[in-house]
């Protein structure tokens, strides 16, 4: 009983030992002047952000949007409840653009207006 204490003790120490690198870079950084960073990577039909976008607050992002496909892509932002357009543009293959925009309580949603995107919602801001 005891080796299976240990065991299962070093399991979980090593699974935080693991985990601990990660737990900080998916949280958005706030910086000084209040705004705040969500770096998206958009691929051919799908994005994939660097930072968590769940538990967002009310106040001004800056959402850094790199094309990671091998074609032309787009970027659009709208008020999630509205559908009141924020922003839009079209990003070259490894090409880099920011589109700062504020988010309220009613939250927003992204996709891509090129490519068959899905909307991505986000409408849980408080």
């Known amino acids: 009983m005891k080796l299976l204490q240990r065991m299962t003790a070093i399991f979980m120490m090593m699974a935080a030992l693991v985990a ?10 706030t910086r000084a002047d209040g705004v705040t960073v969500i770096h998206l990577d958009e691929y051919s039909g799908y994005f994939s952000a660097k930072e968590t976008l769940a538990g967002l607050k009310a106040g001004e992002y800056e959402f850094v949007v790199t094309n990671k496909s091998d074609k032309l892509v787009g970027f659009q932002i709208q008020n999630f409840k509205t559908h009141e357009g924020l922003d839009m543009f079209p990003l070259n293959p490894g090409e880099q653009r920011i589109s700062r925009v504020t988010v309220t309580e009613e939250g927003v949603r992204f996709r891509c207006p090129i490519n068959p ?10």
């Open 117 to 126: 995107t899905p909307w991505y919602d986000i409408d849980n801001v408080n």
């Open 20 to 29: 601990t690198p990660f737990a900080n870079s998916a949280t958005p950084e």
